[in-house]
């Protein structure tokens, strides 16, 4: 299917998006407010993981169900199909190698889904600072 837009449009679109969520930052506040200490996005890690703390090896990904594909909230857009299933498979192929690289370095990783947070944002907190607890001893 064609796209509806030109390419210079969706060139505009998608230069738009940015790449920190409003999801990630009220996370961050959150923990903040619970005495997490932390950088984000930091860019010398492979995946720019959205949230570590280096001293303990700690990193955690926020994934959003459309960028990440989502099993149970992704959507597939109705336009370029073909582009969006390459996209989204190479998304998840990026995630695991970003996983196994961690892991690989005895790093603790942590992924959390968009949709964890909206259903039970207060739970989805608890569970990560609680991850990070357990990942400090």
Not at 19 to 42: H, T
Not at 56 to 80: Q, T
Not at 112 to 125: A, C, K, N, S
Request: with cysteine; proline share 1%; glycine share 2%.
């Amino acid at each position: 299917m064609v796209d509806n837009v030109s390419k210079q449009e969706r060139s505009n679109i998608m230069r738009k998006v940015r790449s920190q969520s409003d999801l990630e930052n009220v996370v961050s506040k959150a923990l903040w407010k619970k005495g997490i200490r932390y950088r984000k996005n930091v860019k010398s890690l492979m995946g720019k993981p959205d949230i570590v703390i280096q001293k303990y090896k700690i990193v955690i990904f926020i994934d959003s169900c459309f960028w990440h594909a989502c099993e149970l909230h992704g959507r597939m857009p109705k336009s370029n199909t073909e582009f969006w299933e390459s996209k989204f498979e190479r998304n998840k192929e990026r995630d695991a190698e970003v996983n196994k690289h961690y892991l690989s370095k005895n790093w603790n990783i942590l992924r959390v889904w968009e949709h964890e947070l909206r259903e039970d944002f207060d739970g989805t907190i608890n569970k990560i600072v609680a991850f990070i607890e357990h990942a400090k001893k």
